[in-house]
Every structure is written in C-alpha cells, then in structure tokens.
C-alpha cells in the first residue's frame, strides 16, 4: 500500500500559527463533462484567491461517494453523474477561510462524468462563495489549484 501524500498550502491558504488543526475526513470531485470535453473550476469569492475542484466535507453517516455527490449538486446544482473512478487519496493541511480554521483534511478522490445537463438553482448562499467555470484540460493546467487538487486532477 502506498503512502498517502500530505500537502501544506503556503500560500494565502498557509496554516495560521498558533491556532489548532480541525480534522476532517473530506472529497475532492473532477467534474467531467464528455460532450463538451470540460471539467468544473471553482473560483471562490471569499477572499482567499482558491481555484478549486468540488470540495467538501464528508457528514456522520455518509458514504464518501454520497458526499462527493451532495457537493457537487450543492455547488453546481448538476443531479445526475456517473461514476468513472475513484482516485488517489491525499491529506492537506491549510487555513479555511470560510470557517476561519487551521484544516487538516482526509480527502477521498473521486471522477464523475454528466449524464446530462439537467441541475436544481444553486443557493443564493453558494453562489455568494464561488463562481463556476467550465474549463478545458489545457486551461485547467493553467488553473491556480491547491497542491492536492492538483495532484488529483493531474491523476486523470
């Protein structure tokens, strides 16, 4: 079994010294859309410059795969995906701005493709925290991901 890497953002997303980790088992989806050939980019409005993929935590009771799908319908609205593969997992460790908190995340990793385009509206709330793009793998390449996303996407 492979060792599971371990990123530590040092960029505006550094660990703050001196306030203590929160742990927190976490997804990261790749969002795929195979007839347009793009993949979903967040671009977060918090202040924090964060280009990502779909993140999140994963709640009691969830299954890792049922938490990736909650977030991508909470932050994209898209319903209906299938499940390509599950991909490497990594830890990270940063500072949320969103929840003002020093993260050290357990991501599982997983690659959805759309059935189609059918989606429910994105809360006022959600779409307050992040603006979604549509981007192709050349320009995800030039995409600002944190390490591990990176790492993620570049897995595909």
Same mark, same amino acid.
């Given at each position: 079994?492979?060792?599971?890497?371990?990123?530590?953002?040092?960029?505006?997303?550094?660990?703050?010294?001196?306030?203590?980790?929160?742990?927190?088992?976490?997804?990261?989806?790749?969002?795929?859309?195979?007839?347009?050939?793009?993949?979903?980019?967040?671009?977060?409005?918090?202040?924090?410059?964060?280009?990502?993929?779909?993140?999140?935590?994963?709640?009691? &009771?969830? $299954? /890792?795969? %049922?938490?990736?799908?909650? =977030? @991508?319908?909470?932050? #994209?609205?898209?319903?209906?995906?299938?499940?390509?593969?599950?991909?490497?997992?990594?830890?990270?460790?940063?500072?949320?701005?969103?929840?003002?908190?020093?993260?050290?995340?357990?991501?599982?990793?997983?690659?959805?493709?759309?059935?189609?385009?059918?989606?429910? &509206?994105? $809360? /006022?709330? %959600?779409?307050?925290?992040? =603006? @979604?793009?549509?981007? #192709?793998?050349?320009?995800?390449?030039?995409?600002?991901?944190?390490?591990?996303?990176?790492?993620?996407?570049?897995?595909?």
């Amino acid at each position: 079994m492979s060792e599971i890497p371990l990123f530590v953002d040092t960029t505006d997303n550094a660990v703050r010294p001196g306030l203590p980790f929160v742990e927190r088992d976490a997804i990261t989806a790749v969002v795929y859309d195979p007839k347009a050939l793009k993949y979903i980019g967040l671009r977060w409005k918090d202040g924090s410059n964060w280009e990502t993929l779909v993140t999140g935590g994963i709640e009691v &009771g969830q $299954s /890792a795969e %049922e938490a990736a799908r909650a =977030e @991508i319908h909470e932050e #994209t609205g898209y319903k209906n995906l299938i499940l390509i593969s599950e991909l490497p997992r990594y830890d990270s460790k940063f500072f949320h701005h969103g929840k003002q908190v020093n993260r050290y995340a357990h991501f599982q990793c997983f690659l959805f493709a759309l059935v189609d385009y059918e989606r429910d &509206g994105v $809360s /006022a709330d %959600e779409q307050k925290k992040h =603006e @979604i793009l549509w981007l #192709t793998q050349e320009e995800m390449k030039k995409f600002h991901l944190p390490e591990g996303h990176r790492f993620v996407f570049d897995s595909i």
